[in-house]
Structures are given as structure tokens and as C-alpha cells.
């Protein structure tokens, strides 16, 4: 029933953003897609971090979080409570989030430079593919620290220490676990913000009446795709950034043989409605804040401010 009331709420706002997006005329540069992409990650993330937090302890089951106050007694105790639940690793997220989808973003502007000025759909969508994967060099590390930042058992530790413990392990390396699983999820990801829900609309037709109402349809459609079809590869991610030592999760071919067997093929899928509701929110949000060149336009108010 959650899961429902949380899938609605991401389509809600996902309405909402839809009716203001506009595609820019000018072309972006380097440095402003830099900056839009580091600007809508790190929003992105302050506002789903609970979503990622609950989908972290249905994969994990051993990263839950105490209760910082047992039991609330005024309005201020119970946000204290969520905020100590659900923003555990936010700080963490929001840091590494920025260069992820910064450079997400740009990577995917200069690589589709390679098939020229006049640009299919497939081409561009083919570049995001290339950019999100190769962005899992950042988000690999990130997503395991905050994984870790997340542990119970580590709940009083500061980030430092958390970065001193993982590098005890085997060094970079261990940094870098599950980076094939990150990385082929993070190249789905990127295309469905990128130019998923155009060449979902190019591909099949949508004739609503509406070309908002196709835009938000061909928008749902593409997040919810990505996310269940990648499924399997961030709950693979999950399992091998846990394991720092790699007994059990050793590699990409060996986590999913261990998973099938220790938990079935069920397993592949767990957490999957709390990142759905993620992705649902986040491939419009940061379509949005990337089209309409927040960042940019923050900077730009910031300077005029400074400069009266």
C-alpha cells in the first residue's frame, strides 16, 4: 500500500513538472551543462534521499538505521526522527551526486558530438547510454560509501573514518566493487533523463491530443522501464558495496549466481517500488532543471545579486 501511495505522489509531482518544460533553443555549452547537471543531482537527492535509504534496507537487510528518539513526543522529536531515519548518507549523496550527474550531463554533449550536427534520437540517446556508464567511475565509490554511512553498526562514524575503514580493506579496489553493475544501471538512467521519453514518443506514437499529456505518458513510461529493467543491476551494486571483503559477493557473474541461489530470483527485484517511485521523480526533475538550465540561471541571479 506504501509502495502505491508513493508511486502516486512521484506522478503527481511528475504532472507538475511536466506542464513547465521547455526545450531551449540555444545550445548549451560544456560549462553549462556542467553546471546544470551538478545542480539538478544535488536537488535530486536532497529530495528522494528517503527513497533511497528505504530501498537501500530492502536489498541490504543489514544496513537498518536505530531510532535516534524512541518515542516522539512533540512535532519537533518526529522530524527529528525522519531526519535521522531517511537523511542518514544525505550529505554524502548530495556531494557526490553534483560531479555524477555534472558529468553525466556534459559527457553526454561532447560525446554526441561524434555522430555530428544533425543528431537522431537513437544517436543521442546511445551517447547518454556511453556517459551514464562511464559516470559510474564517480557514482560507483559514492554509492558505497553511502551505503556504508547508512550501517547501523557504523552510525556514530564520520565520513573519514568511514573512507579510512573502506580503504583498510584492499584499498581503491575495494572503493570501486559492483562498478560493472553501477555502471550499466547508471547508462539506463541516463538515457531515460536524457532522451528517453523523446524516442519512446518517436518509436511509439502517443495521440493523446496533448503534447504535454504524451510528453508526461512517453516521461512515466521511460522511468518506470528503466528502473524495473535495471533492477537486477542496482540490487547487484548493493550486495557486492556491502560486502567489502568480497566473501560472498565476489564479482558481477558470481553475485548473481550467489543471489539466485541463496535467495531466489525474487531477490533481484527487492526494493524495487521504493526506487521506481525514485526514478519516476527523478527522470522529470532532472529533465526539467536540465532543459530549463537552472543551474545556469542560479549562477546568473547569484551574480546579479552580488554585483547591485
Not at 53 to 72: F, G, S
Not at 189 to 201: D, M
Request: proline share 3%; with cysteine; glycine share 8%.
Amino acid at each position: 500500500m506504501k509502495g502505491i501511495l508513493i508511486l502516486c505522489l512521484a506522478v503527481s509531482v511528475q504532472a507538475c513538472a511536466m506542464e513547465k518544460i521547455e526545450t531551449p533553443k540555444r545550445k548549451s555549452s560544456f560549462i553549462e551543462e556542467l553546471v546544470n547537471g551538478g545542480f539538478a543531482g544535488c536537488l535530486e537527492v536532497l529530495i528522494n534521499n528517503p527513497l533511497i535509504v528505504v530501498k537501500n534496507d530492502l536489498i541490504v537487510p543489514q544496513v537498518k538505521k536505530t531510532e535516534a528518539i524512541t518515542q516522539p513526543k512533540s512535532f519537533t522529536d518526529m522530524m527529528k526522527v525522519f531526519v535521522y531515519k531517511y537523511y542518514k548518507g544525505c550529505g554524502t549523496g548530495m556531494a557526490s551526486m553534483i560531479p555524477i550527474t555534472a558529468f553525466q550531463n556534459s559527457m553526454a554533449l561532447v560525446l554526441a558530438q561524434q555522430y555530428g550536427s544533425e543528431k537522431t534520437l537513437t544517436q543521442e540517446a546511445s551517447a547518454a547510454m556511453q556517459a551514464g556508464t562511464l559516470s559510474a567511475l564517480l557514482s560507483s565509490p559514492a554509492d558505497l560509501l553511502v551505503l556504508q554511512r547508512q550501517n547501523a553498526r557504523f552510525a556514530t562514524e564520520f565520513l573519514f573514518e568511514t573512507v579510512k575503514r573502506v580503504w583498510s580493506e584492499k584499498g581503491l579496489r575495494t572503493f570501486y566493487r559492483g562498478i560493472t553493475a553501477t555502471g550499466l544501471r547508471d547508462g539506463c538512467f541516463t538515457v531515460a533523463y536524457k532522451s528517453g521519453g523523446k524516442l519512446l514518443q518517436e518509436q511509439v506514437p502517443l495521440k493523446s491530443g496533448s503534447e504535454k499529456v504524451d510528453g508526461l505518458i512517453a516521461s512515466l513510461l521511460v522511468a518506470v522501464l528503466a528502473s524495473v529493467g535495471s533492477q537486477p543491476l542496482d540490487v547487484i551494486s548493493a550486495k557486492m558495496k556491502a560486502d567489502l571483503s568480497g566473501q560472498t559477493f565476489k564479482s558481477f557473474f558470481s553475485s548473481i549466481y550467489t543471489i539466485q541461489q541463496t535467495e531466489g530470483y525474487a531477490s533481484f527485484m527487492k526494493g524495487c517500488s521504493a526506487r521506481t517511485a525514485r526514478i519516476v521523480l527523478a527522470v522529470p526533475l532532472l529533465n526539467y532543471l536540465t532543459a530549463n538550465k537552472a543551474g545556469m540561471s542560479l549562477v546568473n541571479t547569484t551574480k546579479a545579486v552580488f554585483e547591485e
